[in-house]
């Protein structure tokens, strides 16, 4: 299994910026997460393998959105009215086979497979 994240850059406080995701055959729930430097990796985003659930971290509720395409296998994170605490490496993941369609989980320890980092750089 091969993920793949692309679309990080440079942006302004206030831009907008939509990271993708390579995820070709995987039916299941899918989410993103963000390490800033010296900080722990941590929770950003997840839907469901359905694409009918997600769920957000209070820091990005109402500014991210995440999506999927399972026909092109493609996940994707809109991110708008970017922030300078935004600036972080991101990492698209896929959870562990779960039978429950509705499956949004938000811990590391619940994905299985990890795609290289894409590094949003947000300025003020």
């Known amino acids: 299994v091969q993920l793949q994240a692309y679309g990080g850059g440079l942006v302004q406080a206030g831009d907008s910026l939509k990271l993708s995701c390579t995820a070709s055959?995987?039916?299941?729930?899918m989410g993103w997460f963000r390490q800033a430097p010296g900080k722990e990796r941590e929770f950003v985003a997840v839907i469901s393998r359905g694409g009918d659930r997600t769920s957000y971290a209070d820091s990005v509720k109402g500014r991210f959105t995440i999506s999927r395409d399972n026909a092109k296998g493609m996940v994707y994170l809109q991110m708008n009215t970017l922030k300078s605490e935004d600036t972080a490496v991101y990492y698209c993941?896929?959870?562990?086979?779960?039978?429950?369609?509705?499956?949004?989980?938000?811990?590391?320890?619940?994905?299985?497979?990890w795609g290289q980092g894409t590094l949003v750089t947000v300025s003020s």
């Open positions: 055959g995987l039916n299941r729930a």
């Open positions: 993941a896929a959870a562990s086979a779960n039978p429950n369609t509705i499956w949004t989980p938000k811990q590391k320890t619940s994905y299985a497979y």
